[in-house]
């Protein structure tokens, strides 16, 4: 069994920043058993986007909206994968979820809403 549950979110100022927190709880098992952990998210009316990937082996994927503002990691210790988020926008406002991929299961939370407004 494998959940993810994330937490963080929150209402900022533009310019303002965040830590988002995915904690992974998988029987017999660890965020290692995953070979990729991303966060994504989707703004009212618009597709789910990529925003961060990391994968088994510690490789790091932005997306182009986010890169140099976002970073994403990991606690192995603490089967936490988090989302450090500087420099936010308005247009960065969305629910924000954790997903982990095993092969070809993804496993989803239940989502963190970030909210940028002045």
């Known amino acids: 069994q494998v959940d993810l549950a994330e937490s963080g979110g929150g209402s900022v100022q533009p310019g303002g920043s965040l830590t988002l927190s995915c904690v992974a709880s998988?029987?017999?098992?660890?965020?290692?058993?995953?070979?990729?952990m991303d966060w994504i998210r989707q703004a009212p009316g618009k597709e789910q986007e990529l925003v961060a990937s990391?994968?088994?082996?510690?490789?790091?994927n932005y997306g182009d909206s986010v890169k140099g503002r976002f970073t994403i990691s990991r606690d192995g210790a603490k089967n936490t994968v988090y989302l450090q988020m500087n420099s936010l926008k308005p247009e960065d406002t969305a629910i924000y979820y954790c997903?982990?991929?095993?092969?070809?299961?993804?496993?989803w939370g239940q989502g963190t809403q970030v909210t940028v407004s002045s």
């Open positions: 990391i994968t088994v082996g510690g490789t790091v």
């Open positions: 998988v029987a017999h098992g660890n965020i290692f058993d995953f070979n990729f």
């Open positions: 997903r982990g991929r095993i092969m070809s299961r993804s496993y």
